[in-house]
């Protein structure tokens, strides 16, 4: 594979919005929480993605409160409002460091709710809310994840203002059904690993090939850094970081995170050099 040749993701034709997203959260802020939409347009091109898609996408997230128009050296542009550097910062730890297995010893929490029908709404932003924590849903209103979870858990309750129809508990498992079975019921592990494992193979040999040739064109350096971003950055959240001897033997998520990382370390100081030429000078 020559290095001109473009990402093996390029014509798989993500969204515009969440290849945009990640451009925000990998590329823009690092550029000073500022995009000039021209230099955007044209970085973001070789990714599929072409000027109405990225205008489109960049109003969605204008709607969505965050950016907001700002020109800055002759430039038309957008910057980062506080509500996105907050959403954005608030997922770094999870898509940068990858999910550490939880210890078995430490135990489990378990959240129970009965939210009534009037307030369904709620209810229904609980469950999301528990889900995208990394909690697996056990059976009807219960929801189990490692015991570390228990703040985050409190907090995703008071804020709907539901701790008078919910209790949290923590513990350990004792008896009865064996427990990696319940685990592999109450998420979806198998899903999971599979996913790993389409990004193992999609990236795999791409960093093989770069790390063999030592070179890398810019344009495809900063290709493959935010295609590699976009195809991470959802993993993490699905991975509830269940203890590590609960999990298949050949588990994929720590070869995933290693190549992820191992990208990000090749990848990401071309990458952002390549996409500071499309910035204004100050």
Same mark, same amino acid.
Request: aromatic share 8%; proline share 6%.
């Given at each position: 594979?020559?290095? %001109?040749?473009?990402?093996?993701?390029?014509?798989?034709?993500?969204? @515009?919005?969440?290849?945009?997203?990640?451009?925000?959260?990998?590329?823009?802020?690092?550029?000073?929480?500022?995009?000039?939409?021209?230099?955007?347009?044209?970085? #973001?091109?070789?990714?599929?993605?072409?000027?109405?898609?990225?205008? %489109?996408?960049?109003?969605?997230?204008?709607?969505?409160?965050?950016?907001?128009?700002?020109?800055?050296? &002759?430039?038309?542009?957008?910057?980062?409002?506080?509500? /996105?550097?907050?959403?954005?910062?608030?997922?770094?730890?999870?898509?940068?460091?990858?999910?550490?297995? /939880?210890? #078995?010893?430490?135990?489990?929490?378990?959240?129970?709710?009965? =939210?009534?029908? !009037?307030?369904?709404?709620?209810?229904?932003?609980?469950?999301?809310? #528990? @889900?995208?924590?990394?909690?697996?849903? =056990?059976? %009807?209103?219960?929801?189990?994840?490692?015991?570390?979870?228990? /703040?985050?858990?409190?907090?995703?309750?008071?804020?709907?203002?539901? /701790?008078?129809?919910?209790?949290?508990?923590?513990?350990?498992?004792?008896?009865?059904?064996?427990?990696?079975? #319940?685990?592999?019921?109450?998420?979806?592990?198998?899903?999971?690993?599979?996913?790993?494992?389409?990004?193992?193979?999609?990236?795999?040999?791409?960093?093989?090939?770069?790390?063999? @040739?030592?070179?890398?064109?810019?344009?495809?350096?900063?290709?493959?850094?935010? %295609?590699?971003?976009?195809?991470?950055?959802?993993?993490?959240?699905?991975?509830?970081?269940?203890?590590?001897?609960?999990?298949?033997?050949?588990?994929?998520?720590?070869?995933?995170?290693?190549?992820?990382?191992?990208?990000?370390?090749?990848?990401? &100081?071309? !990458?952002?050099?390549?996409?500071?030429?499309?910035?204004?000078?100050?």
């Amino acid at each position: 594979m020559s290095t %001109t040749e473009p990402a093996p993701t390029e014509a798989r034709g993500r969204g @515009s919005r969440t290849v945009v997203v990640s451009f925000l959260g990998a590329v823009v802020r690092r550029m000073g929480n500022w995009m000039p939409i021209g230099g955007s347009i044209d970085l #973001l091109g070789p990714l599929g993605l072409d000027g109405p898609s990225v205008r %489109t996408a960049v109003f969605r997230l204008k709607k969505r409160g965050w950016l907001e128009s700002e020109s800055r050296g &002759g430039s038309r542009g957008y910057a980062l409002t506080p509500e /996105a550097l907050r959403s954005l910062a608030a997922g770094d730890e999870v898509i940068w460091h990858s999910r550490q297995s /939880a210890a #078995l010893e430490d135990g489990w929490c378990i959240v129970n709710f009965s =939210v009534p029908e !009037a307030e369904r709404s709620k209810r229904q932003q609980l469950r999301a809310h #528990l @889900s995208s924590l990394g909690f697996g849903n =056990v059976g %009807t209103a219960m929801w189990i994840a490692p015991a570390r979870m228990q /703040a985050a858990a409190e907090r995703a309750i008071s804020e709907l203002g539901l /701790a008078r129809y919910s209790a949290v508990f923590v513990g350990d498992h004792v008896a009865g059904q064996d427990l990696a079975s #319940l685990l592999y019921e109450s998420w979806d592990l198998t899903g999971i690993d599979a996913r790993y494992r389409a990004f193992i193979d999609e990236f795999g040999p791409v960093a093989d090939e770069i790390d063999a @040739s030592g070179v890398v064109d810019p344009q495809r350096a900063f290709t493959t850094y935010l %295609t590699a971003v976009d195809g991470w950055r959802r993993l993490p959240y699905r991975d509830p970081g269940l203890p590590r001897e609960l999990l298949s033997p050949d588990w994929s998520g720590p070869d995933a995170a290693a190549l992820f990382e191992r990208l990000v370390a090749t990848l990401e &100081g071309r !990458a952002l050099a390549h996409a500071a030429r499309h910035w204004p000078v100050s």
